[in-house]
């Protein structure tokens, strides 16, 4: 994703899906702050998600599938409102989401 992604400040929902090319953190979606959701689908090259995510305070809705995800950031227990709608089998969740999913 180009940097640029944030100035787009008031994008509610952002959907990546099957793009195999795309790699590393996006640093620049924390920037995004009206965000609401964010679907990652079908990356399997993202392997983390930015500790800077906790800077989306609207963010309530996150789905992840087959992605080459290894663990979620600590700072995602600051997301209180966030609802996690499909996340693989991470084997290192912060304690408050993998309380959330069962």
């Known amino acids: ?3 640029s992604i944030g100035r ?3 994008l509610e929902t952002l959907n990546i899906q099957s793009c195999d090319a795309l790699q ?3 640093t ?3 920037q995004c702050r009206a965000s609401q959701g964010l679907s990652l689908h079908n990356l399997p090259k993202i392997a983390e998600l930015p500790a800077t995510i906790a800077a989306l305070t609207n963010l309530q809705h ?3 599938c087959r992605c080459a995800l290894a663990e979620l950031p ?3 227990d600051m997301l209180t409102a966030l609802h996690i ?3 693989p089998k991470v084997p ?3 304690a408050s989401i993998a309380r959330r999913q069962k």
């Open 74 to 76: 600590v700072s995602i």
């Open 8 to 10: 787009l400040a008031l």
């Open 85 to 87: 709608h499909s996340l």
């Open 24 to 26: 590393g953190r996006q």
């Open 28 to 30: 620049s979606i924390e």
């Open 1 to 3: 994703l180009p940097a």
């Open 62 to 64: 996150l789905s992840i």
């Open 92 to 94: 290192a969740l912060p």
